[in-house]
């Protein structure tokens, strides 16, 4: 091989090796609705769509307001399909109103795998405990995030019904409105020390000195 012909050839091989690292996509949110821009459509029991108070003080966008009287636990819900085996995340964000409630309560997001379709009684629930909770020492009048990471759908799964839901300790009433509701496949982490930075394997480092070291062979038997 000429030593045009294997420059040519180490800068191809090159090329092809030095990728960039994957980056972790976005995956997308399965929940409908879960921004509440103009209405609260996709969610079914207590709905109040409320037009003046949004996570990220969107004027054109609102939330869901969810309000209890006495004690008890209210909630606005929606079903969405879900695989088991498969980890999805779950996250929204809450604010309770000193305006709007007048005793102590919880606002909290729950997740309960189904295995139908979200219309059968709580007896076919088939794993709970994924709740996340915001109470009044969070702090009344401000956005909290709540978050449930990883969750693994058991087997036979095949949906989850995602509450929006508070509850109420007192004989008063307590408000929650929530907003960017997200539910999705989760996304793996990178592994530790990975980076998107261009960059070349070990093996075809190698391989580069082994033409390098061949040119260099084939110039000195040119001169010979
Ligand atoms: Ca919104």
Redesign the pocket.
């Known amino acids: 091989m000429a030593p045009t012909s294997i420059l040519r050839a180490a800068i191809a091989a090159g090329m092809a090796f030095a990728g960039t690292a994957p980056l972790g996509a976005q995956a997308a949110n399965l929940v409908s609705n879960g ?3 103009t209405n609260a459509n996709g969610w079914t029991n207590a709905v109040l769509w409320d037009g003046t108070r ?3 003080s ?1 004027p054109a ?3 869901d307001q969810v309000s209890v009287s006495g004690n008890g636990c209210t909630s606005s819900n929606q079903c969405v399909a879900a695989t088991p085996g498969t980890a999805y995340d779950l996250s929204a964000q809450v604010l309770i109103s000193s305006v709007l409630t007048t005793g102590d309560g919880i606002a909290q997001v729950v997740a309960l795998w189904q295995s139908t379709d979200c219309l059968q009684p709580l007896g076919k629930v088939i794993s709970s405990d994924t709740t996340s909770n915001v109470g009044n020492a969070a702090g009344l009048d401000a956005w909290h995030g709540v978050s449930l990471a990883a969750l693994v759908a058991p087997p036979t799964t095949k949906s989850i019904q995602i509450g929006l839901n508070t509850c109420s300790q007192t004989n008063n009433k307590f408000t929650a409105n929530f ?2 509701v997200s539910f999705s496949v989760a996304v793996a982490a990178p592994p530790a020390g990975a980076t998107a930075v261009p960059g070349l394997s070990v093996g075809m480092l190698a391989l580069l000195a082994t033409l390098v070291g061949a040119m260099g062979a084939w110039l000195r038997f040119r001169r010979a």
């Open positions: 921004t509440f821009d949004d996570a990220g969107n966008s609102g939330s907003d960017n």
